[in-house]
């Protein structure tokens, strides 16, 4: 890409990023006092419920070292109180070179429906843009389908891996007790279709015309249980329930039998041949092992 394109892109990413802080009634920016990055601190371990004389999230020094060295640790403000914040770090690979893992982001109850957590990954977009950074990595929850249409359909992230119990035991409220199963997704920030997902255009998988094309169901949400089906095709639909955080809050044996289904169905898929290209916004994942996916558009 030219220095002109580059310079559009920029700018047309940092438009974005302002468009969606103003609909969120939010001032988004980096931090870098010791009140502020406190009040980070605070605000990951107060939303994961973690309690941080046991070992926060991440401790304020360490988001201190983080922003010396260049990462990004953002805050979301309305007002004077910090409602969201974001925490990256830098990272590098032979393929792909410099990228940003983008390690945290936490919203705190109330303003989740705001639209604080769109604002704050328009913001990302733009921050590395202007650095010359194409690439955001991070993982998510399989299992949390509101994420999930977040991630894919609403930012435009593509998934790359799955990885089995990729943070081992954790002890917040969230996550004690089960394996951390994740999504690794890469969001490549130029695409024509991550562009597009900014300006509100998003790419949602078309379920019925996949059924049609012989995709095989090998996990559906039955009166809230999980129902497996073997099946080999090369096309894959696998769902997942509505509300697993209230599962695991309220039903924990029947939010386990979930974990242990999506990692036997998607998990295996992945492990295997199959790409995972999309999700719906009713929960199904579309796995597929041939590289048709314009369809889906």
Same mark, same amino acid.
């Given at each position: 890409?030219?220095?002109?394109?580059?310079?559009? /892109?920029?700018?047309?990413?940092? $438009?974005?990023?302002?468009?969606?802080?103003?609909?969120?009634?939010? *001032?988004?920016?980096?931090?870098?006092?010791?009140?502020?990055?406190?009040?980070?601190?605070?605000?990951?371990?107060?939303?994961?419920?973690?309690?941080?004389?046991?070992?926060?999230?991440?401790?304020?020094?360490?988001?201190?070292?983080?922003?010396?060295?260049?990462?990004?640790?953002?805050?979301? %403000?309305?007002?004077?109180?910090?409602?969201?914040?974001?925490?990256?770090?830098?990272?590098?690979?032979?393929?792909?070179?410099? %990228?940003?893992?983008?390690?945290?982001?936490?919203?705190?109850?109330?303003?989740?429906?705001?639209?604080?957590?769109?604002?704050?990954?328009?913001?990302?977009?733009?921050?590395?843009?202007?650095?010359?950074?194409?690439?955001?990595?991070?993982?998510?929850?399989?299992?949390?389908?509101?994420?999930?249409?977040?991630? /894919?359909?609403?930012?435009?992230?593509?998934?790359?891996?799955?990885?089995?119990?990729?943070?081992?035991?954790?002890?917040?409220?969230?996550?004690?007790?089960?394996?951390?199963?994740? %999504?690794?997704?890469?969001?490549?920030? $130029?695409?024509?279709?991550?562009?597009?997902?900014?300006?509100?255009? %998003?790419?949602?998988?078309?379920?019925?015309?996949?059924?049609?094309?012989?995709?095989?169901?090998?996990?559906?949400?039955?009166?809230?249980?999980? =129902?497996?089906?073997?099946?080999?095709?090369?096309?894959? /639909?696998?769902?997942?329930?509505?509300?697993?955080?209230?599962?695991?809050?309220?039903?924990?044996?029947?939010?386990?039998?979930?974990?242990?289904?999506?990692?036997?169905?998607?998990?295996?898929?992945?492990?295997?041949?199959? *790409?995972?290209?999309? =999700?719906?916004?009713?929960?199904?994942?579309?796995?597929? *092992?041939?590289?048709?996916?314009?369809?889906?558009?």
């Amino acid at each position: 890409m030219g220095t002109q394109g580059t310079d559009a /892109l920029v700018a047309e990413a940092h $438009a974005a990023a302002a468009a969606a802080a103003a609909a969120s009634g939010v *001032r988004i920016g980096d931090v870098h006092s010791h009140a502020h990055i406190t009040a980070v601190s605070r605000l990951f371990d107060d939303v994961w419920g973690r309690d941080p004389d046991a070992g926060g999230i991440m401790a304020p020094e360490l988001l201190h070292a983080m922003e010396h060295a260049g990462c990004q640790v953002t805050g979301a %403000f309305d007002g004077d109180t910090l409602v969201g914040a974001t925490a990256a770090i830098l990272g590098m690979d032979e393929e792909q070179g410099l %990228f940003l893992h983008s390690h945290i982001t936490g919203i705190v109850a109330g303003s989740q429906l705001r639209g604080v957590g769109w604002a704050l990954k328009q913001y990302q977009r733009a921050w590395c843009l202007a650095r010359g950074i194409g690439t955001v990595r991070w993982t998510f929850d399989p299992l949390v389908r509101r994420n999930a249409v977040f991630n /894919l359909v609403k930012l435009g992230a593509r998934p790359i891996a799955w990885l089995d119990d990729a943070y081992g035991p954790m002890r917040d409220r969230r996550n004690a007790g089960l394996p951390t199963d994740r %999504f690794l997704v890469r969001w490549d920030l $130029a695409e024509a279709r991550v562009a597009r997902a900014a300006a509100g255009t %998003f790419a949602e998988p078309r379920l019925e015309g996949l059924r049609r094309a012989g995709a095989v169901e090998v996990l559906r949400d039955e009166g809230g249980e999980p =129902v497996r089906v073997e099946a080999d095709a090369p096309r894959l /639909l696998a769902q997942v329930p509505a509300d697993i955080e209230a599962l695991r809050a309220e039903a924990p044996e029947r939010a386990r039998r979930w974990a242990d289904a999506v990692r036997d169905t998607v998990g295996a898929a992945m492990r295997g041949e199959h *790409r995972l290209i999309g =999700v719906t916004r009713d929960g199904w994942y579309v796995l597929t *092992r041939d590289d048709e996916v314009e369809e889906l558009r």
